[in-house]
């Protein structure tokens, strides 16, 4: 097998001693007044990103444009929690151990964790204890403390602004024409061994519903060879597969489909009602553009506000050649912060309005406004630890 040799950066990292390895490991990239973070704190954050982009479902295309930016993104993070951690520190905000209490106990409750058996499984799973998740429950909330106190009280969303909003984007509101549909299925598996002798069957379905029974009672003299009645509910065009929307949408009202061939045999559709294309009124999207423009608005206040921070504080950035172009995405929260920052466990992301999770895990980050922030598999961004041989000088 083929060896090759490694760069001569790397080459030379590999033979200096352990202390100037530790030194560069531990080279600080960013000051922020009496906070720092090192290489290895970036190197850290931008390994677990990886990792968490590597994992999740997502576009290939999207994955790979968050692979490239994440050098930037993860030192954009860390900037903008030194800024939150430092101004924490200047308005003296404490966390005690009740709140922590607290915010752990609806984070366990958000997430269906009911029992300590089932809070160490999810610990494990993601990799912490208890004290890692603690910490970082404290971080946030003294992250969130600043931004409520400094950012939240610059969101004035007035009902005027929310009608503005409507009117310019009234097309947004657009209900697609929608089908209320039910069917009933002639089964592959239901004793009937024969193409033709299911479409017999569904064949006999449809001429008892237009002699006037209902699909159920129709259904119901064919026991074993169909579906019981199955309840669609509202559908838009392109909810269904093409062969049975084709088949459905130019129904009226009451109307039984053709038999149309699908996923586990031959369906019989029934339109039980139609809704024609329709703009929502005002009074029923107003909570959802008010959502909106919360959001837009704090991702506008808090770029300033750091912006604000940055100006009077001690700034001393030397980022990795990669990460070298952070400072175009700071005045970009929403795009990147939301998406990215999530993923890291930015507590700069603009508010959502509800925290959910699947039973069992512990959350990914959603932060919330007032309510307790859910907590990341990642730590938050309190530099790390390196290892004992390679911590720090004293005085750095």
């Given amino acids: 097998m083929r060896r090759t040799l490694p760069s001569l950066a790397?080459?030379?990292?590999?033979?200096?001693?352990?202390?100037?390895?530790?030194?560069?490991i531990n080279k600080v990239v960013l000051r922020v007044n009496e906070q720092i973070a090192t290489l290895y704190d970036y190197e850290q954050r931008r390994q677990e990103l990886v990792r968490e982009l590597t994992r999740r479902e997502l576009d290939p295309e999207e994955r790979q444009r968050l692979l490239a930016n994440a050098p930037e993104i993860v030192f954009k993070d860390i900037y903008q929690d030194l800024l939150l951690r430092s101004r924490a520190d200047q308005l003296a905000i404490e966390v005690n151990e009740a709140q922590v209490d607290a915010a752990l106990a609806q984070m366990r409750q958000s997430y269906g964790i009911k029992t300590d058996e089932e809070f160490r499984a999810a610990l494990a799973s993601s990799g912490m204890v208890?004290?890692?998740?603690?910490?970082?429950?404290?971080?946030?909330?003294?992250?969130?403390q600043v931004m409520e106190r400094e950012v939240g009280g610059r969101i004035d969303i007035k009902e005027e602004d929310l009608r503005r909003y409507y009117r310019k984007n009234v097309e947004q509101f657009r209900v697609?024409?929608?089908?209320?549909?039910?069917?009933?299925?002639?089964?592959?598996?239901?004793?009937?061994?024969?193409a033709e002798e299911r479409a017999r069957v569904a064949s006999e379905i449809r001429q008892a519903v237009a002699g006037g029974k209902s699909l159920a009672d129709a259904?119901?003299?064919?026991?074993?060879?169909?579906?019981?009645?199955?309840?669609?509910?509202?559908?838009?065009?392109?909810?269904?597969d093409p062969?049975?929307?084709?088949?459905?949408?130019?129904?009226?009202?009451?109307?039984?489909?053709e038999p149309v061939a699908g996923r586990g045999g031959l369906h019989l559709l029934e339109v039980?009602?139609?809704?024609?294309?329709?703009?929502?009124?005002f009074?029923?999207?107003?909570?959802?553009?008010?959502?909106?423009?919360?959001?837009?608005?704090?991702?506008?206040?808090?770029?300033?506000?750091?912006?604000?921070?940055?100006?009077?504080?001690?700034?001393?950035?030397?980022?990795?050649?990669?990460?070298?172009?952070?400072?175009?995405?700071?005045?970009?929260?929403v795009p990147e912060a939301s998406d990215l920052g999530a993923l890291i466990g930015s507590p700069t992301t603009a508010p959502a309005t509800e925290t959910t999770?699947?039973?069992?895990?512990?959350?990914?980050?959603?932060?919330?406004?007032?309510?307790p922030p859910p907590v990341v598999e990642t730590p938050a961004a309190a530099p790390s630890e390196p290892p004992p041989s390679e911590k720090p000088p004293a005085g750095r």
């Fill in 10 to 24: 790397l080459a030379v990292l590999l033979l200096a001693p352990a202390g100037l390895r530790a030194e560069v």
């Fill in 176 to 194: 697609p024409e929608q089908l209320h549909l039910r069917e009933v299925v002639v089964l592959e598996e239901g004793g009937l061994p024969t």
């Fill in 130 to 144: 208890e004290a890692q998740l603690r910490s970082q429950i404290r971080h946030n909330l003294r992250m969130r």
């Fill in 219 to 240: 259904a119901a003299a064919h026991p074993g060879t169909t579906s019981n009645v199955i309840e669609l509910g509202w559908v838009s065009p392109g909810d269904l």
């Fill in 283 to 333: 009074n029923e999207v107003a909570a959802t553009i008010q959502t909106r423009e919360q959001e837009r608005v704090y991702n506008q206040e808090l770029a300033k506000y750091l912006n604000e921070l940055e100006k009077k504080s001690l700034v001393v950035a030397d980022p990795p050649q990669e990460a070298a172009g952070f400072r175009r995405l700071i005045d970009q929260p």
């Fill in 357 to 371: 999770g699947a039973p069992g895990a512990l959350p990914q980050a959603k932060p919330v406004d007032t309510t």
């Fill in 272 to 281: 039980i009602e139609r809704r024609e294309s329709r703009i929502q009124p």
């Fill in 243 to 257: 062969g049975l929307e084709s088949a459905v949408w130019k129904l009226q009202a009451g109307a039984l489909s």
